[in-house]
C-alpha cells in the first residue's frame, strides 16, 4: 500500500475518509429531518431518517475494516480477511 502526504496508509486515509464523512453527514441530517417534519414532509424526513441509516452502517463497516487492518499490523492471528458485510448486501438488494 502506498502513502499519501498525510504519512498514512492510503487504505487506511480512505476508510477514515469515508467514515468521518458519513458520520458528519449522520450529524447534518438530523437538521433536515427536523425541517422536514417542521414542514409537515414526513415522507422527505423518511428519506433523510434512511439516509443517517446508511451513512451510520458504512462508519461501523469503516471501523471493522480498521479494527482489523491495526489488528492485521500487529500481528494478531485473530485478524481474518477482510470480508463484505451489511452494505454490500444492502447494495446488490439482498439482506440477511
Do not use: W
Request: glycine share 12%.
Amino acid at each position: 500500500m502506498g502513502t499519501r502526504n498525510t504519512g498514512f496508509e492510503d487504505l487506511v486515509y480512505d476508510l477514515i475518509s469515508v467514515q468521518y464523512h458519513g458520520l458528519k453527514t449522520g450529524h447534518d441530517l438530523r437538521r433536515f429531518v427536523e425541517d422536514a417534519e417542521a414542514a409537515g414532509e414526513e415522507e422527505i424526513a423518511a428519506f433523510f431518517r434512511a439516509m443517517m441509516r446508511q451513512d451510520g452502517i458504512r462508519a461501523r463497516r469503516c471501523q471493522d475494516f480498521l479494527n482489523r487492518l491495526t489488528a492485521r499490523a500487529n500481528g494478531s492471528p485473530s485478524a481474518g480477511p477482510l470480508v463484505a458485510g451489511p452494505l454490500s448486501r444492502e447494495r446488490s438488494g439482498t439482506t440477511g
